[in-house]
């Protein structure tokens, strides 16, 4: 017999998102330090959403194939960071980050090899979505 789910009150929806957001934030950051060797303050909000858009895609769309749901992401992190670049970058003028010099750029916001980039680092998001999932919300996967 199946067993029926229980309701999920606003504090406990509020507190798991809230989790996601500071995972991605401070991992992403985190990333970008290790990378670049310095990082925005901006780039806490963009791996805050990017984490919690990847949770949302692994948990609405858990049938589809591991590798569809991480070019999903890398498609969904990218439209994130045109968004975000577009305002940081080019209205703000902040140069948060310039993608001009590599191969098929879009004003210098997006390209091809960081979307290939958001593609690998997705599979690592996913699994960690997984176990965030399992281990510490105690939801079925």
Avoid at 39 to 49: E, I, P
Avoid at 73 to 95: H, K, S
């Amino acid at each position: 017999m199946k067993q029926e789910k229980t309701p999920v009150t606003p504090e406990e929806s509020c507190a798991k998102w809230g989790l996601l957001a500071l995972t991605g934030g401070v991992l992403y950051y985190g990333l970008e330090l290790l990378y670049r060797g310095h990082s925005h303050w901006s780039m806490v909000l963009c791996g805050a959403l990017g984490l919690c858009t990847i949770y949302g895609l692994n948990e609405r769309l858990p049938r589809l194939s591991l590798p569809l749901r991480a070019l999903l992401a890398a498609l969904a992190i990218t439209a994130m960071e045109l968004v975000a670049g577009c305002i940081l970058n080019l209205w703000l003028g902040l140069g948060v980050w310039d993608y001009s010099g590599l191969p098929y750029s879009l004003a210098g916001q997006i390209c091809l090899p960081f979307t290939v980039v958001w593609f690998l680092l997705a599979f690592p998001a996913l699994w960690l979505c997984g176990l965030i999932r399992k281990r510490i919300f105690l939801e079925d996967a």
